[in-house]
Nanobody
Framework: QVQLVESGGGLVQAGGSLRLSCAASGRTFSSYTMGWFRQAPGKERKFVATISWSGGSTVYADSVKGRFTISRDNAKNTVYLQMNSVKPEDTAVYYC??????????????????WGQGTQVTVSS
């Protein structure tokens, strides 16, 4: 099992940038599919992006494509979400998530097995 801790959230103006980080415990991090999800107030949690264990494959929600970039550093057991050109509708709690090596990377998968506690991102207009 992996434990996930997000950081980097905060208040940012529309059009600005923010980078979220997710530090993972465990020696097998490099074998996990990783992802980011978000939940706005009063709404269900939604998929943002996922990245394969090698970083060679990424998938994005249409709402963030071209603005957000997911990446990972397996040497640091960390996955990142670079958020550029943010909009007020990006305001949400952002969650890091992971799938174990037993689940092959699936570009269509929209929920992962392990979750962090979340970090708040607020975009002001």
């Amino acid at each position: 099992q992996v434990q996930l801790v997000e950081s980097g959230g905060g208040l940012v103006q529309a059009g600005g940038s923010l980078r979220l980080s997710c530090a993972a415990s465990g020696r097998t991090f490099s074998s996990y599919t990783m992802g980011w999800f978000r939940q706005a107030p009063g709404k269900e949690r939604k998929f943002v992006a996922t990245i394969s264990w090698s970083g060679g494959s990424t998938v994005y929600a249409d709402s963030v494509k071209g603005r957000f970039t997911i990446s990972r550093d397996n040497a640091k057991n960390t996955v990142y979400l670079q958020m550029n050109s943010v909009k007020p509708e990006d305001t949400a709690v952002y969650y890091c998530a992971a799938d174990p090596p037993s689940r092959p990377f699936d570009p269509a998968r929209r929920s992962l097995d392990y979750w962090g506690q979340g970090t708040q991102v607020t975009v002001s207009s």
